[in-house]
């Protein structure tokens, strides 16, 4: 590695670095005003047509525009957040934060009592939809990022990402290819070769990021070579988040329990009816804080499934009925989880809680695991809605980098995601043992 970087070769470097990024903050300004006038156009299209016969716009529809277009732009500012950094499952943090969005502006309709015009709104939603995913597409494509990456690294690491967006830093020093960030690791942090560059990049506005935190926001998951305790408490969210999620959890599982009671009241009798045993299964599992608590579930297996200990469900699996193979395959058998919910031993979203004989187990193969219990267990969570089902050390290892990361990355973001997912697994049976 060449020790000496000249000092006006750096400069040059670092003022196309700054005219590149200024370039694409200038197209991103560009694509949304653009973007903007033609949904605005589009927009008033709708309206014009929806009142060609009367002499004036309706109040009722000025309004659900001003909203609509309100909705749209805070949309665009969202999806340029999103796409500056994240490439992990981007779509899904799209759709997500346009869906918190429009949950908001149906609630500002509702609590200013605002007038609205459901046709216009009925055509407007949808064109605002198709507009975004345009805008979003190319946004992408127009945010694509080069990260520099040492060479040393990048030969030794095998990076779980495309090594089409790393370039290679040969020296402590902007490479001749444009990059949009600095990736380094903590040997470059102990190298003074690397500390006198890094700290030229703070001082030039060039951003400087930790490869493990880069790959693990792309990832979607932690290294548990690399995770350090700090990490997870560092990020975790404050209480109003801890707060809201509390009271989410409480009112979806009250409307929940009241909206199925039949249907579980059915499912029961069919349980009975097909094997001897209770239709409901009770069972000892660890939770927040490693606390345990009995959680409820319909029963799937044959009554003394367990008489031999706790053990991982296995594909195809004897110990398991004809119809508790139907309601496993689409998560029915959850359903009385719901009490856990609203009793507070579980959340709605959360790492999927554990026998204790279990947690025992996997923590001396995994030392990390009961990390897992910082937060409250869930129905459904990021590991199940991105491996699926554990059913050994090495695949519940895995399950862990996923849980580790939402208790690290807490968020309402996240938290929709997981649920847009779980929509969708519940849809296809995936991961169901």
Not at 105 to 113: G, M, N, S, W
Not at 313 to 326: E, P, V
Request: glycine share 6%; proline share 4%.
């Amino acid at each position: 590695m060449n020790v000496i970087v000249s000092a006006t070769d750096l400069v040059d470097k670092g003022a196309v670095f700054r005219r590149r990024s200024r370039r694409r903050h200038f197209f991103n300004l560009l694509l949304i005003l653009i973007t903007l006038a033609g949904f605005m156009l589009a927009q008033s299209a709708i309206a014009f047509f929806l009142s060609y016969k009367e002499l004036q716009i309706p109040q009722t529809i000025q309004s659900s525009a001003a909203l609509v277009t309100v909705y749209f732009i805070l949309a665009q500012i969202l999806a340029v957040r999103i796409v500056r950094w994240s490439r992990h499952r981007i779509r899904e943090q799209l759709f997500s934060g346009w869906l918190v969005l429009g949950i908001f502006a149906v609630l500002t309709l509702l609590a200013f009592r605002l007038p609205y015009s459901i046709s216009f709104l009925s055509f407007a939603i949808p064109t605002a939809l198709l507009f975004l995913l345009g805008f979003s597409l190319r946004l992408t494509k127009q945010n694509r990022r080069h990260i520099g990456v040492p060479k040393t690294m990048l030969d030794k690491w095998e990076l779980p990402l495309d090594r089409n967006s790393f370039v290679a830093l040969a020296d402590a020093t902007l490479p001749a290819e444009p990059v949009d960030v600095i990736a380094v690791s903590n040997v470059e942090l102990n190298d003074t070769k690397w500390t006198s560059f890094l700290a030229w990049c703070a001082l030039n506005a060039v951003p400087v990021v930790m490869i493990d935190d880069y790959v693990e926001s792309q990832a979607g998951r932690v290294n548990l070579d690399s995770f350090k305790f700090n990490d997870l408490f560092a990020r975790q969210s404050g209480s109003t988040y801890l707060f809201f999620k509390r009271a989410f959890d409480f009112f979806v599982s009250v409307v929940a329990l009241l909206l199925l009671a039949v249907p579980m009241l059915v499912i029961g009798v069919i349980i009975r009816l097909e094997t001897p045993g209770p239709a409901v299964f009770r069972q000892r599992r660890v939770g927040h804080g490693g606390s345990g608590f009995t959680i409820y579930k319909f029963r799937s297996m044959v009554t003394d499934a367990e008489k031999a200990g706790a053990q991982f469900a296995k594909k195809d699996d004897l110990r398991i009925t004809s119809f508790g193979r139907f309601i496993r395959k689409y998560r029915i058998d959850e359903w009385p989880q719901l009490v856990n919910v609203l009793r507070g031993d579980m959340s709605l979203i959360g790492p999927r809680p554990e026998q204790a004989d279990l947690v025992d187990r996997l923590s001396r193969d995994i030392p990390l695991f009961p990390f897992r219990h910082s937060v409250r267990p869930g129905i459904t969570g990021w590991a199940q809605v991105c491996q699926g089902y554990a059913y050994d050390v090495r695949s519940s290892s895995e399950k862990l980098t996923y849980d580790l990361y939402y208790v690290k990355h807490l968020s309402l973001m996240l938290d929709l995601m997981i649920l847009l997912r779980t929509i969708k697994i519940i849809v296809s049976g995936f991961g169901a043992r």
